[in-house]
């Protein structure tokens, strides 16, 4: 599909307009004007209040096309683990000698996995990990003995899904490379994962909107109605 330059936005694209999820991503794909493959995020403002425990949702769900992004993955574990980490693909693992660095300032990896026993040293570094979004968490499977699985979940396409103090979820579905058909799967699957998690307070509407857009595009509104 022919990129378009900025200044054609208008001939594509009305901002006030709700689109079709289709009609959606094709304008995506369509005013993506940067010369490098663009990764494609989502916007949803749900009705949840997450200063309520149930409706703070923390949930993570694969994308059956995956993300398009190579992801780096430091797993903290001790004894066999650490080389069940590595045979599964894991960047890095360790334990001592990874906390210690992460002490002294590096965090050049994109996600941290952990194994219970290493929760208690690593809970220390929180004001460290918890800015960049890098603390493991149960609830997002990063916690977890079987580091294999884990590793094989993130690498494949693994994408957390966190509700922040607005009630809006802010995750990746994919590349503006991706077929339509794949970023609209990626975007059905991340929609009915976060549908099934509708905390049982809830009244009334639960989605209240959503949009999407490239990395250097501006956000199309999407019809939450044409999501299957």
Not at 18 to 40: G, H, M, P, Q, R
Not at 52 to 74: C, M, Q, W, Y
Not at 200 to 221: E, L, R
């Amino acid at each position: 599909m022919a990129k378009i330059k900025q200044k054609s936005f208008d001939e594509f694209y009305d901002k006030e307009v709700i689109y079709d999820l289709s009609n959606a991503v094709e304008i995506v794909k369509k005013i993506s004007t940067a010369k490098f493959d663009e990764t494609v995020d989502l916007s949803i403002n749900l009705n949840v209040d997450p200063r309520h425990a149930e409706e703070n949702i923390r949930i993570s769900t694969s994308l059956p096309n995956g993300t398009g992004k190579k992801v780096v993955l430091l797993v903290l574990a001790q004894g066999p683990k650490v080389q069940e980490a590595l045979d599964a693909g894991a960047d890095y693992c360790g334990n001592k000698d990874y906390l210690d660095k992460i002490k002294g300032g590096w965090v050049d990896v994109d996600k941290i996995i952990a194994t219970p026993d290493m929760m208690a040293e690593l809970g220390k570094l929180g004001k460290i990990l918890g800015p960049k979004g890098l603390m493991p968490n149960p609830k997002s499977g990063t916690v977890t003995m079987d580091v294999a699985k884990a590793v094989a979940d993130q690498k494949a396409g693994m994408v957390e899904l966190r509700v922040e103090k607005t009630g809006i979820v802010h995750t990746v579905c994919g590349k503006v490379s991706f077929d339509s058909s794949a970023l609209i799967e990626n975007i059905s699957v991340i929609y009915n994962s976060l549908l099934k998690s509708r905390p049982p307070s809830v009244k009334g509407q639960y989605f209240v909107k959503m949009s999407m857009s490239s990395t250097m595009g501006p956000g199309v509104k999407i019809n939450i109605n044409s999501i299957g």
